[in-house]
């Protein structure tokens, strides 16, 4: 069963996320259950840019948008249904208002074994 399908299983109010154009989505990586280890999502934005974020039940996510493999321009955190709704109103990059100056999340965010490089 695919991690998304899995998380609507466990969680039936996340069913919607199969509606969000462009996200890739797997669970994370350790040990232990979704809400243990997360559901992870991503999406390229731009060529140089995505957006990713993590999902531990329906009230505990997080998002970010970055540079691939560089810094967090943006982030937010709460409810999936706050986290999916903040994350579509930011900006694409090159447009006005869009997140360009670096944040410091306290954790590195860049594409590892957790979230695959988006091709």
């Known amino acids: 069963m695919a991690a998304l399908e899995l998380a609507i299983v466990l969680w039936p109010e996340l069913a ?3 509606h969000l154009d462009g996200w890739r989505w797997q669970r ?4 232990g259950d979704l809400g243990e280890v997360g559901l992870c999502g991503y999406r390229q934005v731009s060529p140089a840019w995505m957006d990713v974020m993590w999902i531990f039940g ?3 996510a997080h998002a970010v948008r970055s540079m691939i493999e ?4 943006w982030q ?3 409810t999936v249904a706050e986290v999916v709704t903040a994350i ?3 900006p694409r990059p090159g447009q006005p208002g869009a997140p360009l100056t670096a ?3 306290g954790l590195p965010v860049t594409p590892d074994a957790n979230v695959p490089q988006p091709r």
């Open 70 to 73: 560089g810094p967090v321009t």
């Open 88 to 90: 579509a109103l930011v």
């Open 58 to 60: 329906p009230n505990d």
């Open 103 to 105: 944040i410091d999340v």
């Open 16 to 18: 919607d996320l199969r």
């Open 76 to 78: 937010r955190e709460g």
């Open 28 to 31: 994370g990586t350790g040990e």
